[in-house]
């Protein structure tokens, strides 16, 4: 099968939607000529023009509430922050308005917009490289999808436009570079379904965006050892699929759940008490261990930015502890 | 301006039915049958009325945590809105609003909110729709004086100034955002000047002269239905009760108070329409009567209906599929 | 001792905090004559001025910036949110301002503001109600503190007014109210020391803010039925007094967290996660509950609103559960 | 403007100073040996050192994510900016902060910032406790067009205004915020209009004259610590590098860069130092030839610094105190 980036699959997302109903439009800072900071929007502005890919003013709170607003009235609004750090300027849109409008209004009115976000370190300091999906996957109202591979953003991306609840999508900025096979026919990937991206008997690796790829390469470094480790993507965090995180866990009677978000609540921690509130709480041999990043601002020199980053080797060092 | 004599009646009947409904939500939150706290559109009848009236149907308002009299004047059921206040499952919003959050899709009703500016970015956002689906249909914006110190505010009439879109904003300078005077909040006198910062058409009205809302409020829906673009439409009245329930309004003094009723808006049009034939007491006494009616039912619906199911509670998060427990 | 009510509580801390230090004064909306949306304020507009009490426009974003500008100068800051749920809109300056300062500046600088915020359901709907220090606990750089007593809400206020980092203090509207011993002579209640608010031996309940109360009228009622619950207060989330955490739970076996805000992402997943994590994993018998609101918006109808917050009905029924 | 000539001097010096650094900058982000982006000064440097001179060494500034040049004219030491950008222990802030969290407390340098507007509240901040303490201190706070936009620097020039606070606001308008032109993200041509929104002075100037800049600075500086209140300045500008490291620039023209290029605020006040027979060929020579030489071991300072130890990353999230693990 052909492979594409993480980059090319999210843009693809966006053109076929936009292609199949004319009321998905794209609104945000600099994704027309300039195509995006990253790159993701590249050839939408010519293919649709000034209208359905709008530059705006840098105004999040703005463009947020356009998204709102828009989506109550048919439209189908994709917008965009150009750093999830900011969702921090647009968080009353997001969290009083969006999230709760279907809630508060009795189901009166929906808001289906989609946000999207690139989250995660890529040296530039404190304020461009947060992953902040524990805010978002904490507010009811809001379904929250944070893929890893190009298959994944794609068929993601498209299931978001269609839905008809807020959707905040957080792609990772070095998931844009990454390959993977999609498929030149149409699909989609239906929400609450985790992805064994690798499967194991021995423990359960629960890793989230571009945590997966490290999770897989730890898990290969780990087979040379003998541990055959399963590699879980949730995919989607609101809604969860504990269903096979459960299943995983009870399996292999072991845990790890890795993230590049701060450990101190992040959803590292909700996933661990959800599974020790279920049934596989009785099949667990050991603690679960988190392999997160720490609980600092992320800093901007490299040597310390790597230190951030939970790395293929904290992954397999974490693994080993509680295999010990 | 020639309007009807009929369409005159009915804003009149409008101002007199927001102020008998919010009577009658002060006697119940005071007596603890509404619980929570509320805010009262006393004294500011004019502004709904007039401007709402000024635009169609197939308008649409954005309203604001002083709703009711947006909502009425747009045509809500009241009986709903009542029982929404009750926190009845016949409410509006099924109880789960409350008066921060009453809303009509019914009547292009976008909806109240409890957030302070937090609905004009939604409107300028419903506006930019209503550009790219070339529908003919304009945004009332309301909010009062003190949404327009909100970033959200300068970031949304700045979008829609640069984009001309179908939306008019309209304050309702109250001259208080809870007991912080316009005075204190605000360096400039005029609040309409800060139009000039976008470069949309700005004007101050007396708000309590609801003919004068109803003209300047249609110029400028005609103007953002022919892609005129946004105005900023500053309309200066007063709220005669206190900000909400607990308001002791020790930062104004009754004076000041007493000057303004003297400038009810109601009253004034009563004057008016009296003077052009069009009202007399018995009239006046008819329509209050059926106001009075009308009112009666609304609480009577509200207080008769039930409280929703416990379970309730789970729904509506998600349009479709389930609340993760 | 004499008894005042928690609004008491932290009008005493100001009043005591701003005699002693000049730097400190107090800013945000209706603070001044109207002695703020909950009366807490009372008389100290009175006693300070207009210069030391300050009102301002509604402007959350420019509130907290001011409390961050104001801090970087010397001056001790005490910023109200009117509701907590208004964070949202300063967000960005508590989340990439604020907390980072420190670290992002190498140190250079610091930021000794304190946020005050009333959270919790009151008939206010979902915009008016909210309990969201699972926001600020992830975000390292700020300490979060969220007191239940009047005895804790005074002499953690005066703690955190006197502390160097960014403090956001969080009280519950329903603690404005309750009554508690509180001594004349001043007293200060250090960071990261939990209080056992009553012990016991075959549980631990470990309860915030406004829970707490409801959680030790559970314990009475449990304590009918023969049931020794062991209640701990953290006080302060960041930082978190794991130690005593550990130390009741590895005595129990069995614990239950409460909190009134949303139980997925709330912070009560991330202490589970904690002691899952410790030595305590080794001792615990039980799975570990969480009595939380539900992942729902606070409806406003009093039916669905009493639905929404955990009861002592409800707290009584988790323990029952794990004690099966 | 009587300016004495060692003080002259030394503004065109600054000048060079930043142009070169930067350059220097540009070379080392685009052979790999600083990571990650930067927004370079060049073209703007007449607004950093005019406005920075004029007032004193006591007023503060805040600065922005195009932060370098405001540095060097407060007087950062460029070796240690060098070093941060490089990532290094001995940069302003330790290598944790990078080009876009720049900082300096020694010479009352508030700080860039990442967020585009995020300083301005801050500075408003600052400016509140210059007030309070009665210092006579003034802040600059510098952004440029793109944050006008911004939701916070509404409120905070709202409150600026309100409470006569001693800041100056100064918006360097080079045309754009990334790739966004002023004509696409405002419906004002002139900026300053928007001081009218908070009936505080507003001025546009020429940000490529320094002369000028100097001018209307000083002037707003001494009326902001006479306790007269906040200024907005606007001062148009270009920059003629890309927003930053990986912009194509296909949204403007190569007139439209070469117009602005012949503006160069350096070689307009290097004429008028040659006329007033302050500045010759030697002198230049001269002065380039130390400037090279100071930015040169700032490099070698940068390159030869050690990174920071891993286990670093634990330190400075809290005053005292330990992070939790
Ligand atoms: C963002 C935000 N800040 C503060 C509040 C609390 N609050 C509710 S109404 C109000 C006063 C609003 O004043 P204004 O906008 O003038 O409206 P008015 O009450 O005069 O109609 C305040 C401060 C809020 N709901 N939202
Ligand atoms: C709040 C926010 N939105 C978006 C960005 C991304 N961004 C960084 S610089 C920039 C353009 C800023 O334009 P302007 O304020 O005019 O500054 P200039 O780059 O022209 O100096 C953008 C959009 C950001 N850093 N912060
Ligand atoms: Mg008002
Ligand atoms: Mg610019």
């Known amino acids: 099968m052909r492979e594409i980036t993480g980059r090319q699959a999210v843009n693809e997302a966006l053109r076929e939607e936009m292609e199949r109903d004319e009321n998905v439009f794209l609104i945000g ?12 929007t590249n050839g939408l502005l010519d293919k649709f023009g000034e209208k359905r890919v709008r530059d705006t003013p840098i105004s999040e709170a703005g463009i947020a509430g356009a998204a709102v607003g828009a989506s109550l ?38 808001a289906p917009f989609v946000l999207r976000m690139p989250a995660g370190a890529a040296a530039a300091g404190a304020q461009h490289t947060q992953s902040l999906e524990a805010l978002l996957y904490h507010i009811p109202g809001l379904k929250v999808v944070m893929p890893s591979t190009p298959y994944d953003l794609k068929g993601l991306l498209k299931t978001s436009i269609r839905d008809d609840n807020p959707v905040m999508f957080i792609e990772h900025k070095k998931g844009y570079g990454e390959k993977g096979e999609v498929p030149e026919e149409e699909y989609t990937i239906p929400f609450g379904q985790a992805d064994i991206k690798r499967e194991g008997e021995d423990l359960t690796i629960i890793a989230t965006s571009h945590m997966v790829f490290k999770a897989l390469k730890a898990a290969e470094e780990l087979a040379k050892q003998g541990i055959d480790a399963e590699v879980l993507d949730p995919r989607t965090l609101v809604p969860l699929d504990m269903e096979s995180i459960v299943k995983s866990v009870s399996k292999t009677g072991r845990a790890v759940v890795v993230h590049e978000a701060h450990r101190r609540g992040g959803i590292g921690g909700d996933i661990v008490a959800r599974i020790v509130d279920s049934e596989a709480f009785y099949y667990l041999e050991t603690p679960i261990k988190r392999i997160t990043g720490p609980n600092t601002p992320v800093p901007f020199s490299p ?4 230190e951030f980053i939970p790395s293929e080797e904290k992954i397999i060092k974490g693994v080993l502890d509680i295999l010990d | 301006m020639e309007l009807s004599e009929e369409k005159l009646l009915k804003m009149y009947q409008d101002m007199i039915e927001i102020r008998e409904f919010e009577r009658k939500v002060d006697y119940f939150i005071s007596h603890g049958d509404i619980t929570g706290t509320t805010h009262l559109y006393i004294g500011e009848e004019a502004i709904a009325v007039g401007a709402i009236n000024a635009a169609e149907e197939k308008d649409y308002i954005s309203s604001t945590h002083r709703g009711h009299g947006h909502s009425i004047a747009k045509g809500v059921n009241i009986k709903e809105m009542m029982a929404e206040l009750f926190g009845k499952t016949t409410g509006s919003c099924k109880g789960k609003g409350g008066s921060l959050h009453i ?3 019914d009547t292009n009703n976008l909806g109240a909110n409890g957030i302070v500016g937090g609905g004009i970015p939604i409107a300028v956002g419903a506006a930019l729709a209503a550009k790219m689906q070339e529908n003919g249909e304009v945004i009332l914006c309301f909010f009062s004086d003190g949404a327009m110190n909100q970033g959200a505010f300068h970031e949304a009439v700045n979008m829609a100034s640069v984009w001309d879109l179908p939306v008019v904003f309209i304050c309702e300078n109250n001259q208080y955002g809870m007991s912080t005077s316009v005075e204190k909040a605000f360096n400039i006198q005029d609040l309409s000047a800060r139009a000039k910062a976008y470069n949309i058409p700005g004007v101050k009205i007396d708000g309590n002269k609801i003919m004068e809302v109803y003209e300047v409020v249609q110029e400028a829906v005609e103007r953002a239905r022919q892609d005129g673009g946004p105005s900023l439409i500053v309309a200066e009245t007063y709220r005669w009760k206190g900000h909400s329930k607990s308001d002791a309004k020790v930062y104004r003094t009754k004076e000041e108070e007493k000057a303004w009723k003297e400038r009810d808006p109601i009253a004034q049009f009563e004057e008016e329409l009296k003077a052009q034939g069009i009202l007399d007491e018995q009239k006046i006494e008819d329509i209050r009567e059926e106001i009075d009616e009308k009112v009666e039912a609304a609480v009577k619906f509200a207080q008769e209906s039930p409280f929703p199911d416990k379970e309730d509670i789970y729904d509506d998060v998600y349009v479709d599929g389930e609340v993760e427990l």
Chains 1, 3 share one sequence.
């Open chain 1, 73 to 110: 009235m048919g439209m189908r609004p994709v917008a965009e922050m150009m750093f999830m750090d900011f969702i921090t300027i647009a968080s009353d849109q997001i969290i009083n308005q969006g999230a709760k409008i279907h809630y508060m209004f009795g189901g009166q009115m929906n």
């Open chain 2, 103 to 105: 809303v009509d899709s």
């Open chain 1, 303 to 306: 040597v310390l930015e790597s």
């Open chain 1, 29 to 40: 800072e600099d994704i027309g000529i300039y195509g995006g900071a990253f790159g993701v």
